[in-house]
C-alpha cells in the first residue's frame, strides 16, 4: 500500500467500542495501533482484531497514563508520517468495574486524555475524546441537549466516572482554546453489541447473558428509570463521522429511542418467551440516573447521522455472537 496510508491510534482499542472502532478502519485500509492495558476489555477481542488486521495492526499492551515514549518508539517510521486521528476511548465504562478501578478511571480520563492529545499535537493529529451522557449526572432536562451543563453529585459513588469524563472535556476544550488544536469529543450515550465484556455488568448484557443462562433478570430499583440503547454499528458510523469533520465542540452520540428498564427486561422475557425466564428486584444504585434520552439534532445536522438499528434487530445480532461465547450454557 502506499505511503499515503492513514494510521489511526486507538486507545482501549481491544476493550467494546475500541475494537469496532479498529474494525472499521482496517476494512477502510487504514493501519491501526490498539493500546490497551486489559483492565476491563472482553478476553478474545484482541485475537479478533489480530485475525483480521494482519500486518495493519500492531496491539501494543500499555497504560496509557504513563509514559507514551517508550512504545511509541517502536512504531514502524512509515506508520508515523501520516497519523489522521487518536481515539481515546480507553476507560472503565461500567458502573461495577468503574466503581471497582475507581482512581484508575479518573486518572485515564484526565492524564491518559493529556498524553493522547499532547502525542497527536506532535504527530499533527487529531485526537477525539470518548466523553459520555453521564456528564449529565441524574438530568433535570430531558431528553438531554448538548448545552444542557448537568446535575452530578461529586462526592458519590459514580462521581470517579462522570466528573473524570467532565474534567477531561474540560480539559479538552482548554488545551484547544490554548494550543490552537482541534481535537473533539463525542458524548456516547448507552451502547451494546458484540465484543462488550459480559460480565462487565452493564444492563443489556446482564439481561442477554441471564436470558441465555435461564437465570431470573435483575431489575434495579422498580425498573421505571429510562435508559436509550444503540447499537454498535451505529455508534461507530457517528464517531467515524466526527473524526472526519473538523468540529471541536460537543456532540451527542445515542439512540433517542428511550426504554425503561422494565421494558428492556419484557423486551429480553419475549425474545426468550420459550425459558419463562422471571424478574427480581434489587435495590436502586445511589445517584442512578433516572430518565436519559439523547436529543441528536446536531448529530443529524452536522455529520448527517442518526441510528438506523432497532433494539429488537440489535438484541438479535448480539445474542448471535453471545451464543458463540463461553457463558458456561450447557
Ligand atoms: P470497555 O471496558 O469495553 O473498553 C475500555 C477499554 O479501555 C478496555 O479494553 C480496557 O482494558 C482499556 N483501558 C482502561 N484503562 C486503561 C488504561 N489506563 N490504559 C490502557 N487501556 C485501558 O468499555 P467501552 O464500552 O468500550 O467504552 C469505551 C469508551 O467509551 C470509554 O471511554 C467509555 O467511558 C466510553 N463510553 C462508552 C459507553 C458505552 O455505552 N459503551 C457510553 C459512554 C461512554
Ligand atoms: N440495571 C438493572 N439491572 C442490571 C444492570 C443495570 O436494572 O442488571 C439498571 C441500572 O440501575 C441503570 C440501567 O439499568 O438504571 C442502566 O445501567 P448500566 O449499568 O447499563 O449503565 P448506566 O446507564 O447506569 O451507566
Redesign the pocket.
Known amino acids: 500500500m502506499a505511503n499515503n496510508q492513514k494510521t489511526v491510534i486507538v ?10 472502532i479498529c474494525e472499521s478502519h482496517l476494512k477502510s485500509g487504514d493501519r491501526v495501533v490498539s ?8 478476553l478474545g ?1 484482541d485475537e479478533f482484531l489480530k485475525k483480521m488486521g494482519g500486518e495493519n495492526l500492531i496491539v501494543v499492551e ?5 509514559s507514551w515514549n517508550e512504545w511509541s518508539a517502536h512504531l514502524p517510521e512509515s506508520w508515523l508520517e501520516n497519523v489522521a486521528c487518536v481515539y ?7 458502573p461495577p ?2 466503581q471497582k ?1 475507581a482512581l ?2 479518573m ?3 484526565t492524564i ?1 486524555l493529556s498524553n493522547a492529545m499532547n502525542w497527536a499535537d506532535r504527530h499533527t493529529a487529531r485526537c477525539v ?6 456528564i449529565y449526572g441524574d438530568p433535570t432536562i430531558h431528553p438531554q441537549t448538548e448545552s444542557y451543563w448537568g446535575n452530578v453529585n461529586t462526592c458519590g459513588p459514580r462521581s470517579c ?1 462522570d466528573e473524570s ?1 467532565r474534567f477531561g472535556e474540560s480539559l479538552l476544550y482548554t488545551h484547544n482554546w490554548k494550543k490552537g488544536t482541534q481535537h473533539g469529543l463525542v ?6 453489541g458484540p ?3 459480559p460480565t ?1 455488568g ?1 444492563v443489556v448484557v446482564n439481561f442477554l447473558v441471564q436470558a441465555l443462562q435461564g437465570k431470573d433478570l435483575t431489575v434495579f430499583g422498580d425498573g421505571a428509570q429510562t435508559r436509550s440503547f ?1 447499537y ?1 454499528d451505529d ?1 461507530v458510523n457517528a464517531i467515524r463521522k466526527y473524526a472526519d469533520s473538523n468540529l471541536t465542540s460537543p456532540v451527542n452520540i ?1 439512540n433517542p429511542v428511550e426504554f425503561t428498564v422494565l421494558e428492556l427486561a419484557q423486551k429480553v422475557q419475549e425474545i426468550f418467551s420459550d425459558k419463562k425466564l422471571k424478574l427480581t428486584y434489587h435495590d436502586f444504585p445511589k445517584d442512578d440516573p433516572k430518565q436519559r434520552c439523547p436529543n441528536i439534532s446536531i448529530a443529524k445536522s452536522k455529520l448527517a447521522w442518526e441510528p438506523k438499528i432497532d433494539l429488537q434487530t440489535g438484541l438479535t445480532k448480539m445474542i448471535d455472537w453471545l451464543k458463540h461465547e463461553n457463558l458456561g450454557v450447557s
Open positions: 486507545t482501549g482499542g481491544c476493550g467494546f467500542l475500541g475494537s469496532h493500546v490497551d492495558n486489559f483492565s476491563t476489555s472482553n477481542n500499555a497504560d496509557v497514563t504513563q481515546h476511548f480507553a476507560s472503565p465504562a461500567s468495574l468503574y478501578l484508575e478511571t486518572w485515564v480520563n491518559g475524546f470518548a466523553s459520555t451522557s453521564e466516572y469524563k458524548r456516547i450515550f448507552n451502547t451494546y465484543r462488550m465484556n462487565d452493564r444503540c454498535v455508534l445515542g
